[in-house]
């Protein structure tokens, strides 16, 4: 089944532990990214990705880093976590930029 | 960051009324215009990718128009049932940004 897979879905942290969460595809696209949803606002860009070892930023980049090492997967890194970084995360996936998005399940996070 | 607006906000409609929403994206350099439908506690999902000025796609008893020229898109649901009830996300892709902006959704609830 063609999907893209996020975990962990549901985490609560603590302000400055670090965490992964991580996304994979087995859709072989090239294309990966990275978005938070907050109430009252769109879908807002954080990281994306044309390729492997190929990374950029998004409309929202701060306090987040990402790799792609492999093709299929995308993870996002929150080196400290902050409060404001509290969302739900989507990663999604597409054979190009401006191609449909295949999104995961989303990640909830919380930060206290 | 492009300017993708959606209106209404939020659309409460009885079960068989035919409804539409509208999406407004900046026209110039544009490539792609998405929409998505997002039901609570799923991922975004595809409905329509249309890119030609005056494309209109249907898939069931929705569909979608395209005016790439003054910068909209109208999304219709004809004859609408309590399972059409979701958010309608609409994403415009800059040939120039090189990137997907989404506009922050119509919420539909549709009562029995």
């Known amino acids: 089944e063609a999907q893209v897979t996020q975990n962990p879905r549901y985490l ?11 996304c994979s595809q087995n859709m072989n696209h090239e294309y990966m ?5 907050d109430p009252g ?9 044309m ?12 306090g987040y880093k ?13 080196e400290s976590p902050s409060p404001n970084q509290t969302s739900l995360y989507f990663c999604a996936s597409s054979f190009t930029s401006a191609g449909e998005l295949f999104f995961g399940e989303g990640s909830r996070l919380t930060v206290l | 960051i492009l300017n993708v607006e959606q209106s209404p906000q939020s659309l409460h409609v009885q079960e068989g009324d035919s409804t539409n929403f509208t999406c407004s994206f900046p026209s110039s350099n544009f ?10 506690a799923k991922s975004p999902e595809a409905l329509f990718v249309m890119t030609l000025n005056g494309d209109e796609k249907k898939k069931g008893r929705i569909s979608a128009t395209l005016n790439t020229k003054e910068g909209y898109s109208y999304l219709y649901i004809k004859g609408s049932q309590p399972e059409d009830s979701a958010t309608y996300l609409c994403a415009s892709y800059s040939g120039s940004a090189r990137q997907l902006t989404f506009g922050s959704g119509t919420q539909l609830t549709v009562l029995p």
Do not use: M
């Not at chain 1, 609560?12 to 991580?22: C, Q």
């Not at chain 1, 990214?33 to 949803?37: A, G, H, I, N, P």
């Open chain 1, 12 to 22: 609560i942290t603590v302000t400055g532990k670090k965490l992964t969460v991580t």
């Open chain 1, 33 to 37: 990214s990275w978005y938070r949803q």
């Open chain 1, 41 to 49: 606002l769109g879908l807002r860009q954080i990281y994306y990705s």
């Open chain 1, 51 to 62: 390729n492997v070892e190929v990374t950029d930023k998004g409309d929202v980049p701060e």
């Open chain 1, 66 to 78: 990402v790799s792609r090492k492999e093709k299929r997967n995308f993870p996002l890194i929150l």
């Open chain 2, 31 to 40: 490539y792609a215009l998405h929409w998505y439908r997002w039901e609570t």
